[in-house]
């Protein structure tokens, strides 16, 4: 009989001092979520600028000051117009709503009546008899704590990115003193650009894309006639970036209030296997193409991020999962004892697979020029 194998006990130490720093870490979050929740965004919208200021600086002739304040404007004035549609657009949506509202009831008795007739099922309940199971009060008061909870976030969010773009500036005073050695300074920044190349890759696959689907969800919404069209479109391309759960928002939603809005079942059916197609098409030939190497992430990975995440921060957590886990595999990468980790986490098992000869230039440019603020 073969002697069981021994794991030598530094191996065993180490492992148990990772486990629980790994569950204090979780529970830290968890409980500092009200604080490190608006922070995460900042630190998004923060590289978006970043993104958006190296964009201007390449394609168009403006300075390397003045694109740090054109990218801030650019995100101010996107920010502004986001706030600007949700606000006309669910004012709009919900004043639209009011006409078909008189329907809603007896609509829905018809399709609980055609639904048991289509399954032979006697009796059918009424949406009367549904509603009043249903504690709207509890509803309400969820809905109105999460308004307070986004609006309050969203002031925090701004006043983490305004300090955050304030404290840009020493930036590269602080690399030099952290990294006095050259080697240490670049290995630094290969870090840096890796988390800072996946998140802006995966910001630009869901931009792209979600408009893209966007564009034609609105062209089918408009064939078939659905109030306020506009209102949907934008409702898509936000939840394009929350992964799984956004797809099925986005596919499901327009044809069921379209089941109420008409008194036919066709135009819920062709959105219902229209939107399914482009978004069939989008998560299984487009999306692959655009992302490459860039998010090599395993999918188990991005699903069991979202459901952590999501249960830790809520939606934000929801916005940040894929960010988060890119970030997590490019730190992890770097380091020998956590490297398997990285692994784990890719898609391929070659967590260092992106952007391989590009990256000695862009290390030597930044030993120069280090990341400035956004106004520098």
């Known amino acids: 009989m073969k002697a069981p ?10 492992n148990a001092v990772v486990t629980l720093a790994i569950v204090a870490s979780g529970a830290a979050i968890y409980w500092l979520a009200d604080i490190l929740t608006p922070l995460a965004m900042a630190i998004f919208l923060l590289i978006m600028i970043d993104g958006v200021k190296r964009f201007i600086e390449d394609r168009t002739p403006v300075s390397r000051r003045w694109a740090g304040i054109a990218a801030l404007l650019v995100v101010i004035a996107a920010f502004g117009a986001s706030i600007w549609i949700i606000i006309n657009g669910a004012a709009g949506f919900f004043q639209e709503a009011d006409g078909v509202s ?49 609006v309050t976030g969203a002031f925090f969010v701004l006043v983490y990115l305004g300090f955050l773009l304030a404290s840009q500036g020493g930036f590269r005073r602080k690399m030099v003193n952290m990294f ?38 609105w062209l089918m919404m408009r064939a078939v006639g659905l109030q306020n ?10 939840v394009a970036f929350i992964p799984v759960l ?55 990975v991005v699903l069991l991020a979202l459901a952590f995440w999501g249960k830790l921060w809520g939606v934000v957590g929801m916005f ?36 391989a000869p590009a990256r000695p230039s862009r290390v030597k440019r930044d030993r120069v020029n280090p990341p400035q603020a956004a106004g520098d």
């Open 320 to 355: 940040l999962s894929t960010p988060l886990a890119v970030m997590a595999m490019a730190i992890l990468a770097e380091f020998r004892g956590s490297r398997w980790m990285a692994i784990l986490l890719s898609g391929d098992g070659e967590p260092y697979a992106d952007e």
């Open 246 to 300: 956004g797809g099925a928002v986005a596919g499901l939603a327009p044809p069921l209030f379209a089941l109420v809005q008409f008194d036919t079942y066709w135009q819920a059916a062709v959105l219902l296997v229209g939107l399914q197609s482009i978004l069939f098409i989008s998560g299984n030939l487009i999306q692959p193409r655009m992302q490459g190497d860039n998010q090599n992430i395993d999918p188990v």
């Open 102 to 150: 008189n329907n809603i009831g007896p609509r829905i008795d018809q399709i609980l009546i055609d639904g048991a007739r289509m399954f032979n099922v006697a009796n059918p309940p009424t949406a009367q008899q549904l509603i009043a199971q249903l504690d709207v009060r509890s509803y309400i008061a969820v809905v109105a704590r999460q308004a307070q909870g986004v």
């Open 180 to 217: 006095p050695d050259n080697k240490r300074r670049d290995e630094a920044l290969e870090v840096f650009h890796r988390v800072r190349g996946g998140v802006e890759g995966y910001i630009w696959v869901q931009t792209v894309t979600g408009a893209m689907i966007s564009a034609a969800a």
């Open 5 to 14: 194998s021994i794991i030598p006990s530094p191996t065993v130490s180490r």
């Open 229 to 238: 069209a506009e209102f949907w479109t934008f409702v898509i391309f936000i």
